[in-house]
């Protein structure tokens, strides 16, 4: 099992005991607003739970707070179909605006880069959420396009291998 670790955070694959916070943030319509404009029901955000795959080559992890041993958010790179992988990275609303997103993210990055030896690392943000785009920028991201929907409109970035942060370290 792959667990990555930084200075204030756990990275490492689900466990049972994660359903309730994660039903939480489902549930919670200021994190669903920018990724998927709608707060789940508990039985829907359970069925996705249950889909999580472990032992993934790109898992999307349980990002956990070891200060206080709590479940805080979920995060990694996931495939995407004809693409380079996607980093994607979701935080408790209670934990909004601590750093903790950079810091799951520049360890996600960093495994992708050093472990997976990926060359290029993309990742989507529906516009209007600058708090992602600000993460995004400060690991060395570039805005590539925007795409515009009838609902929702996306900015898609790029990280090129070379070209990322060198921000806090991870140990794996």
Same mark, same amino acid.
């Given at each position: 099992m792959i667990t990555l670790e930084t200075e204030r955070l756990l990275l490492r694959e689900h466990e049972a005991d994660d359903l309730d916070p994660f039903c939480a943030m489902k549930m919670d319509p200021e994190v669903r607003r920018f990724v998927g404009g709608r707060p789940r029901t508990?039985?829907?955000a359970?069925?996705?739970?249950?889909?999580? @795959? /472990?032992?993934?080559?790109?898992?999307?992890?349980?990002?956990?707070?070891?200060?206080e041993g709590r479940y805080i958010?979920?995060?990694?790179?996931?495939?995407?179909?004809? /693409?380079? @992988?996607g980093l994607g990275f979701y935080i408790a609303r209670a934990y909004w605006g601590r750093g903790f997103a950079t810091e799951a993210a520049q360890a996600f990055v960093e495994y992708g880069?050093?472990?997976?030896?990926?060359?290029?690392?993309? /990742?989507s943000v529906e516009v209007g959420n600058a708090a992602s785009v600000h993460v995004l920028e400060k690991l060395g991201f570039s805005l590539v396009r925007r795409e515009e929907?009838?609902?929702? /409109?996306?900015?898609?970035?790029?990280?090129?291998?070379?070209?990322a942060s060198r921000g806090p370290r991870s140990r794996c």
């Open positions: 508990r039985d829907e359970e069925q996705k739970f249950r889909k999580i @795959p /472990s032992n993934d080559r790109l898992p999307f992890w349980a990002i956990v707070y070891k200060a958010g979920r995060g990694g790179l996931h495939p995407m179909p004809g /693409s380079a @992988p880069l050093r472990e997976l030896k990926l060359q290029r690392i993309i /990742s929907g009838e609902r929702r /409109s996306f900015d898609h970035f790029e990280l090129m291998a070379g070209r």
